[in-house]
């Protein structure tokens, strides 16, 4: 876990007995496994606590004219001198004695059954609402700390090729997967962090790395090389050995879709794996065909990597 990159406080916490009313400030909470004691919102499942920030609440108010109360957007937490802007999904948040998984951001308005919507017509809990569930229980009181810890999303990309890894080739794919990464990402809340590394066509050595990277937590891995019918194309075989689960579709999908004008695109054995909580994608090794998976697969990859972490719909935009 990283190091905390912002600390505020708590400025009121709220409960209610009803879903989709006006949660009321009470001098204290008590978090468990299920979330608030004595809150609607308490039970199993990725949204059991609630918050919003004390400066957004200001702001709004000023926009519509007239005071809103803590707890009347139906936050559990009111927060004070943290940008929950900055908060990204699996993020952490200490709230007083309590931890907190970010599994959501922003979520539909009740519509009519917002008091303030009724009023303006709009709400800011669909963009700035925090929606997470416990890591940790404990009270929490006005006052308490609260302390934003980020949880990168790690990706490693691994090229596959003798020549690279001899220093005969220079390695032109790997760096496009990272290119197409880090574009993909640009302004969405996640905090990415990308590793490197070149192999040999050694499906011993190539094993190693990827339970490696798996037993370290790497959230998404891409090979790129050794897909091929070749005598050393031997990465998707490597990759199924360790997999728990395959994800045919979007590899059918690509080589359905490209193989239509060339041909030669269906000879790739590419395969997209599920390992533990780790995504694995095997690619071929030219940069055009790393530009054509990449650009399918970055289109599903955030709600796979929700989906093994058990969020449902969340979104990071």
């Known amino acids: ?21 006006v949660k009321r400030a009470v001098p204290t909470i008590v978090i468990d496994e299920q979330g608030i004691q004595n809150d609607a919102h308490a039970g199993p499942g990725h949204r059991q606590v609630s918050l919003l920030s004390q400066e957004r609440i200001d702001a709004f108010a000023k926009e ?12 559990n937490v009111t927060t004070q001198n943290v940008d929950l802007g900055r908060v990204a999904l699996l993020d952490r948040l200490r709230v007083g004695a ?15 059954g917002c008091a303030i919507f009724r009023e303006v017509g709009r709400c800011v809990m669909p963009k700035e609402g925090i929606f997470c569930r416990v ?27 003798d020549r690279a890894s001899r220093g005969q080739y220079e390695d032109r794919s790997g760096p496009e ?11 969405k809340r996640w905090h990415v962090e ?53 994800i045919p579709g979007i590899m059918e999908h690509i080589r359905v879709k490209y193989g239509a004008d060339y041909p030669n695109a269906l000879l790739s054995r590419g395969v997209a794996a599920v390992a533990d909580e780790t995504l694995v994608y095997a690619l071929p090794g030219s940069v055009k065909a790393v530009g054509e998976y990449m650009s399918e697969i970055l289109r599903t990859v955030e709600h796979a990597i929700a989906m093994l972490h058990g969020l449902g719909h969340a979104s990071a935009d």
């Open 1 to 21: 876990m990283s190091d905390v990159l912002q600390e505020g406080r708590v400025v009121s916490v709220n409960v209610s007995a009803d879903t989709g009313t």
């Open 64 to 75: 519509i004219g007239r005071a809103i109360r803590p707890g009347e957007f139906a936050e």
């Open 98 to 112: 309590a931890e907190l998984e970010v599994t959501q951001i922003g979520k539909p308005c009740h519509g009519e």
């Open 135 to 161: 890591i940790d229980g404990g009270p929490v009181h006005p006052g308490d700390a609260v302390r934003h810890v980020a949880r990168p999303l790690r990706f490693l990309v691994i090229t596959v090729s």
């Open 177 to 187: 997967v990272q290119r197409c990464i880090e574009e993909h990402f640009k302004g």
């Open 194 to 246: 990308i590793e490197t590394d070149v192999l040999p066509d050694d499906a011993a050595k190539l094993q190693q790395r990827l339970e490696r990277a798996r037993d370290a937590g790497i959230d998404v891995i891409f090979t790129t090389g050794g897909t091929g019918v070749g005598p050393r194309d031997v990465t998707p075989d490597v990759v199924t050995t360790i997999a728990d689960k395959l």
